[in-house]
T-cell receptor, first 114, second 114 residues
Framework: DQQVKQNSPSLSVQEGRISILNCDYT??????FLWYKKYPAEGPTFLIS?????DKNEDGRFTVFLNKSAKHLSLHIVPSQPGDSAVYFC?????????????FGTGTRLTIIP | DAGVTQSPTHLIKTRGQQVTLRCSPK?????VSWYQQALGQGPQFIFQ???????QRGNFPDRFSGHQFPNYSSELNVNALLLGDSALYLC?????????????FGSGTQLSVL
């Protein structure tokens, strides 16, 4: 049972344009969402997060949008840069004390075309 | 400041064997979580150790066990290896057992079971 889904395995975007990565979830108990970025031969690194009490969070070129009614979140990267080429994982947690494990999606490979 | 270090980086075993993977957390971190990432999948939570005790466990059989030492380093043991155990095993460390976004991942151990 895949509780966090990333339906696009890959995405190619021209440098300078906007990259939009999507993520859907099914578990209503999830109330904290994160995006991680992974380069080959490295572990995932934290990118940006959002709590369910918000619908938007920005950090520089990265913005995450959350639509709770649709159980959908998206990561916007603008402008896209070649260094953004990586695999992006959406993750979720039910942040009750003692239940901080992350449930990850299957990832989207983003390729930025120079 | 060393980040999360894992050893070995690669390992080849045969079915039925036992394996031990090791993890040293980032300096100042006291909590270690282990994740399994199969090919084409997102990381899946195995278990979390804090204060030398297993605090949470994912849907993994008892063949998967772990340990945390007084210096906060950790081991993951897998007994009676199956072909399906072939995966990248990621260790992540944090301060305390909360605050998912503060997870720092190592580069992983690639386990191949033949």
């Amino acid at each position: 049972d895949q509780q966090v889904k990333q339906n696009s395995p890959s995405l190619s975007v021209q440098e300078g344009r906007i990259s939009i990565l999507n993520c859907d979830y099914t578990n209503s108990m999830f109330d904290y969402f994160l995006w991680y970025k992974k380069y080959p031969a490295e572990g995932p690194t934290f990118l940006i997060s959002i709590s369910s009490i918000k619908d938007k969070n920005e950090d520089g070129r990265f913005t995450v949008f959350l639509n709770k009614s649709a159980k959908h979140l998206s990561l916007h990267i603008v402008p896209s840069q070649p260094g953004d080429s990586a695999v992006y994982f959406c993750a979720a947690s039910a942040s009750n004390f003692g239940n901080e494990k992350l449930t990850f999606g299957t990832g989207t490979r983003l390729t930025i075309i120079p | 400041d060393a980040g999360v270090t894992q050893s070995p980086t690669h390992l080849i075993k045969t079915r039925g064997q036992q394996v031990t993977l090791r993890c040293s957390p980032k300096s100042g971190h006291d909590t270690v979580s282990w994740y399994q990432q199969a090919l084409g999948q997102g990381p899946q939570f195995i278990f979390q150790y804090y204060e030398e005790e297993e605090r949470q466990r994912g849907n993994f059989p008892d063949r998967f066990s772990g340990h945390q030492f007084p210096n906060y380093s950790s081991e993951l043991n897998v007994n009676a290896l199956l072909l399906g155990d072939s995966a990248l095993y990621l260790c992540a460390s944090s301060v305390g057992a909360i605050m998912s976004e503060k997870l720092f991942f190592g580069s992983g151990t690639q386990l191949s079971v033949l």
